[in-house]
């Protein structure tokens, strides 16, 4: 009997390891999405650190970045309004959508996250926030870029994979705390553009 040798063992494991982590993560994401639509997630606001909050982010992206050689810079003003929102809800909003900008962008890419305050003539204050990453979608698959399960084909060349549920999950998760969220690509950029109101209602 033929005898497997140890880095084969070591990739086989990872392979399996990675299996279970997109397992896990698609059910997760069904049963999350299954109760947005259902009306069964309850949102919690309570004031919230959103600069505290994008510090912790950006730490833990530190390891994922150095390993894809990519460069993450977050562009923050000195001062942001108060927040009055779901935390978690928001957090898990711009993890999801830093992820997938991560996932798409090539070694020695640059994702860019900038929050601005939006005018002070807006009746209802507002955050907004754009996201960047040096890569293009086709002009006919950004109209179902929110969809689920949908992905833009040829676009995972690292292969890097994923459920095709995190861009619908975050399009309902923005709704739910009183947002909105669109995508421009051209130019060799991918642009996710999100507004959320500084205080939402409960």
């Known amino acids: 009997m033929m005898e497997t040798r140890p880095e084969n063992r070591r990739q086989y494991t990872e392979i399996a390891l990675h299996a279970c982590e997109q397992g896990d993560e698609l ?10 639509e259902a009306g069964e997630s309850a949102i ?13 982010i950006e730490d833990s992206f530190q390891v ?26 928001l957090r898990r909003i711009l993890v999801e959508l830093l992820n997938n900008a991560c996932k798409y962008t090539a070694s020695q890419g640059e994702v860019i996250l900038k929050v601005r305050e939006s ?11 754009t996201l960047r990453n040096p890569s293009e979608i086709p002009a006919e698959a950004l109209p179902r870029i929110f969809e689920k399960f949908y992905r833009v084909p040829g676009g995972d060349r690292a292969k890097r994979g994923g459920t095709g549920l995190g ?11 009183g947002g909105s969220i669109w995508v421009e690509s051209q130019d060799g950029w991918t642009t996710f553009f999100l ?4 205080v939402m209602e409960g």
């Open 27 to 36: 059910v997760q994401n069904l049963l999350d999405l299954y109760q947005l």
């Open 44 to 56: 919690i606001p309570e004031p919230f650190d959103l600069q505290e909050c994008l510090r912790r």
């Open 64 to 89: 994922r970045t150095r390993d894809y050689q990519q460069i993450l810079t977050i562009d923050l003003p000195q001062v942001l309004p108060p927040m009055v929102t779901d935390g978690v809800t």
């Open 119 to 129: 005018g002070e003539e807006e009746e209802v204050h507002k955050l907004c926030f």
């Open 167 to 177: 861009l619908a999950l975050v399009h309902k998760l923005v709704q739910q705390l």
């Open 195 to 198: 507004e959320l109101p500084c």
